[in-house]
């Protein structure tokens, strides 16, 4: 019996060792347990745009239309592309081991464009309702109606509300033009009666210098150098007003925000990859406005989206990184949280970035 046994213990290593033997380092890597698999998958770099990673290796996109059938088998190829079934799509090359479901428009909308392989539906608010294409369509509004002192002037639409007017304030407005528009008119009559006076004069001023008005007499007798230089002090006294005028108009009002502190790394490109990780900080409700802020496809966030949550924002700023070279800074990172009103995240990602020694202010 004890022979029986060391004889299975025997064939059992023995198989064993054959398997591991047989596996390629992209499974082995696969098998590997624990956080350090993350880790490692990092450290490849595909093509955001054109390829994605499967086993430790990098796979061409399928493209838009179809999703993954089967992986690739060696870095760089395509393996099988499957067409996407009825009422499903993808509207991008991808790395997709399916496609996505189509859209099915609520209640409230009609659909502006049918769902096809290669584009998902499209709907749109049905007649009466609208929705604001910069805002979450969560439930179409109704249309607003015009008040009584009130004029439309932009019908609503599916993508618009009902736009309207004072009836007063076009008045008003034509108002303002004709009050600025007549006293710039006057100065120039003014201005080219004065002239045509003054050669009248010249012509004939011996014969007619009597007639001259005591208030025009100084200007006529002076010949050609007085009636240009009081020509030249009208126009100076129309400009300077004009001047004046657009002086007030274009002041600025000095409201700027605060200007941000700039911050420089310690360790160049690498300090920025270590700050990858801070950016769990983010809100995970504003994750893919974020991304395609700084300039990621649609594409490329949906890819990441089949990874952990500390997986995709790292993959992803990766992929940032890539695209924008050496004009990457963790600046325009900072910036765009702020311009999210994303605050608080900003603020702890700068403590923390400078607390693990990552960067500095550049005024210290």
Not at 46 to 61: A, D, F, H, T, V
Not at 86 to 97: C, I, K, Q, S
Not at 149 to 169: I, L, W
Not at 312 to 332: H, P, R
């Amino acid at each position: 019996m004890k022979q029986l046994n060391s004889v299975i213990v025997l064939l059992m290593g023995t198989l064993l060792c054959i398997l591991a033997l047989e596996l390629t380092p992209g499974q082995a890597l696969a098998l590997a347990p624990g956080p350090g698999m993350n880790r490692t998958r990092r450290d490849v770099t595909c093509l955001g745009s054109l390829e994605y990673l499967y086993n430790g290796i990098c796979c061409l996109n399928c493209p838009a239309g179809t999703y993954v059938k089967e992986h690739c088998s060696r870095a760089s190829s395509r393996g099988r592309c499957e067409q996407c079934d009825f009422d499903t799509y993808t509207e991008h090359d991808n790395g997709l081991a399916k496609c996505f479901q189509c859209t099915k428009c609520r209640l409230d909308q009609d659909p502006g464009a049918l769902c096809t392989t290669t584009q998902n539906t499209r709907c749109q608010c049905k007649k009466g309702l609208y929705c604001l294409p910069d805002q979450v369509c969560e439930v179409c509004k109704t249309c607003s109606r015009c008040k009584e002192d009130e004029v439309e002037v932009g019908r609503c639409t599916s993508s618009s509300n009902t736009v309207c007017r004072k009836r007063g304030s076009a008045s008003a407005s034509l108002s303002a033009v004709v009050a600025i528009t007549i006293p710039l008119i006057i100065v120039g009559l003014v201005i080219i009666v004065s002239v045509l006076y003054c050669k009248t004069c010249r012509g004939l001023r011996r014969a007619v210098v009597p007639w001259c008005s005591r208030g025009f007499l100084k200007m006529c007798i002076g010949g050609g150098r007085d009636s240009v230089e009081v020509t030249q002090n009208g126009l100076n006294n129309t400009l300077d007003s004009h001047t004046h005028a657009t002086r007030l108009i274009q002041m600025p009002v000095n409201l700027e925000n605060e200007k941000v502190r700039r911050l420089i790394p310690l360790n160049g490109e690498e300090s920025l990859k270590r700050s990858f990780d801070l950016f769990q900080e983010l809100d995970i409700h504003y994750h893919n406005r974020f991304f395609r802020y700084i300039g990621l496809s649609d594409n490329a966030i949906r890819n990441a989206e089949m990874s952990s949550l500390e997986d995709k924002v790292y993959e992803l700023l990766k992929i940032w990184l890539e695209k924008e070279g050496l004009k990457a800074d963790f600046n325009s990172l900072i910036e765009t949280l702020l311009h999210l009103d994303q605050r608080l995240s900003a603020e702890n990602i700068i403590a923390r970035a400078i607390s693990n020694g990552h960067f500095k202010y550049e005024d210290d």
